[in-house]
């Protein structure tokens, strides 16, 4: 009989969580926070991301700004940003987007009751947001998530995008808090919480034929399209021949058990 050692066995674990990255206790050694935008005068704004208790449940990341209004209208915007590796991108299949979900809340209310959130990634030193998708969260807590492809992750301050591709540099994630305001002349404290911070690299998998992350109907009514065609080298076939999975030349039975298998999955891994 042969063991498998628990250090192997650990260290495929590892690979496999590898695409998921969660924290719902925010050590101060494991996150930072830098300003990402300050327009309010002399960009005096400060602020503070600190661990924290009253969270949903338990520990938390504790979030406070303190910054100038103008008549014209200033904002800022605070980079929270996980200090744990999530991803280094290799060769496999595509990613399809990064999928996020945290707890949200503003406790200032209602003294100042709203406080933009929302994901962010770091790729060589630049950083991505996903436009519209900043909640504005009054008291409570607010659940927040999504999923975003490269395309819909925009630079900040800028029209560029990250780079999902294999071989691309590595990304560093976390969320931004965000104030403003105009019309006024007033200098504000707003304070909020977040918790239970969760984000999921989403790649394409054998079956995703539509290459959106999941395999459903939209893939079967591909793949029944390429079973009736058969022959990977018959014109008619999709270029590259996709719905072949085991790469024989055809699009028999043997595809149809794989398809089957990656569609009561639904989702890729
Ligand atoms: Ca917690
Ligand atoms: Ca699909
Ligand atoms: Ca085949």
Redo the contacts with the bound molecule.
Sequence with gaps: MRYVPLLAFSALSSVASAQSFSDGTFFDSQWLSTKLIDTTPAADATWSGIRGSGGNPDDCRTIAHNWQITPAGVSIAIAHLSKVTLWSPAAGPGIVGIQWSFDARCDSAPYVSAIGFGPLLRQNGRWFGVPGNAAIVGAGWTALGGIASAAAWVEVGGTDHPDFSPGAPSLEVGFFTSNGGSGTSLRNLATGRVDNYSIRIRR?CA??????????D??FVLFVAAYNILDCSDPAMPAGCPSDFNQDGFVDDTDFVTFVAAYDNLLCP
Aim: no cysteine; glycine share 16%.
């Design positions: 394409t079956g995703d034929l539509n290459v959106d992350g999941q395999v459903d939209a893939d």
